[in-house]
């Protein structure tokens, strides 16, 4: 598989998507009732202390790998914080056993490899402690750069890159590049980066999707893999070339990209898995040799008509987008699978199809979280 990353389809992609973002009203997807930046269901009570409420964030975000959809992970961390605060005061949550802290985030339902989290958990707040006064908020202290931020934040995972990081340049445990932006993000969200700099969006897989539909990263010889950073760090750096050629905001920029892929490609039923895939071949065959698909035949039974009407029918990359990458694989295994698009739009007339307007009076509703 070749990928090769293409600079103007990049700015192509995204000032389509800023367009669409910062008209009045808000143009499709983003006038969709669902399109919710996950910090918004974060209750008030829970930005009352700041010092929990940054350490939150950097637990939240170990429960971005890809397991877990971001707005399930941050009801089950409302949900720890809501019931044990103490999870994320350094000082206190070193004392907990690794299983009472497993049984914490299983009670609050947070699905994810807990041994893991909890180990890069505890290596954090040590971290936390013995650098920052136990609250995260200090990582922002005089920081000025994307490059400062992974010295900081990044995990060093080898000895010559600690020693070149220097002083706590360790970073955090479970920290790639995708995590340092995310938190940096959500920093930034909270208004707490003074002075706001350019930062790349979390490169994740709903960027990933927006990236290859809009044509962005031309993949030859799709293939599936577990390298995701094959697809994020070209990717990463032509978002943070935009970002800096433009002086534009980069919090504006990870909420289209974000929204988009989750809106649009995560709703197309083209990227859904059949429960029955897998069994034939295990992958060994193209999707198209094993005898239960369907394709097109498929796909036009109405049953599928209203959400190919809502997301493929109606986006303003159909042309471009050859790839789809379903979420089941992505979510459960970590992998990027790569599949042809079936093109709906060639065996569907859609001459008469606009974007769907009956959102319009109720954009961007704010669930609260129950
Ligand atoms: S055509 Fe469908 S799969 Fe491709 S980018 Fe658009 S919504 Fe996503």
Redesign the pocket.
């Known amino acids: 598989m070749i990928i090769e990353p293409l600079y103007e389809a990049t700015e192509a992609i995204i000032n389509e998507l800023l367009a669409r973002w910062r008209s009045t009203p808000k143009r499709y997807p983003f006038n969709r009732p669902d399109a919710i930046i996950p910090q918004k269901i974060i209750p008030d009570w829970l930005r009352e202390n700041k010092q929990i409420f940054a350490n939150w964030y950097v637990a939240v975000c170990l429960h971005m790998k890809g397991r877990i959809t971001s707005l399930d992970a941050f009801r089950g961390h409302i949900r720890v914080a809501e019931k044990y605060p103490e999870f994320y005061i350094p000082r206190i949550v070193r004392w907990h056993s690794d299983d009472t802290l497993i049984k914490i985030l299983t009670e609050c339902r947070l699905t994810s490899d807990h041994r893991n989290v909890i180990r890069d958990w505890r290596m954090n707040t040590m971290h936390l402690d013995t650098y920052y006064h136990g609250n995260a908020i200090n990582l922002l202290k005089g920081l000025t750069s994307w490059e400062e931020a992974i010295r900081r934040i990044k995990n060093k995972r080898t000895k010559k890159e600690r020693k070149e990081a220097g002083y706590a340049g360790e970073g955090l445990n479970g920290f790639q590049e995708k995590m340092v932006s995310m938190l940096l993000y959500f920093f930034d969200w909270e208004g707490w980066l003074d002075p706001r700099f350019p930062y790349p969006s979390p490169s994740d897989i709903q960027n990933i999707?927006?990236a290859i539909?809009g044509g962005a990263l031309r993949i030859i010889d799709p293939d599936s893999t577990r390298r995701h950073d094959f697809f994020t760090a070209p990717w990463r750096e032509m978002v943070l070339r935009y970002i800096r050629e433009r002086n534009e905001n980069p919090i504006d920029v990870a909420d289209v990209l974000w929204l988009f892929g989750n809106l649009?490609?995560g709703n197309?039923p083209?990227?859904e898995t059949r429960i029955d895939e897998g069994i034939n071949g295990s992958g060994l065959f193209d999707e198209e040799n094993l005898p239960h698909h369907l394709g097109v035949e498929k796909f036009l039974h109405p049953a599928y008509r209203r959400r190919l009407e809502e997301?493929?029918l109606v986006?303003p990359?159909?042309k471009f987008?050859h790839l789809?990458i379903p979420a089941q694989p992505y979510y459960k295994k970590g992998i990027v699978d790569l599949r042809r698009?079936i093109k709906m739009e060639e065996h569907i007339d859609i001459s008469q199809l606009s974007e769907p307007v009956y959102f319009d009076k109720a954009p961007n509703l704010e669930f609260k979280f129950s």
């Open positions: 999707r927006a539909a649009m490609c197309s083209l990227t997301t493929c986006c990359f159909r987008c789809v698009r």
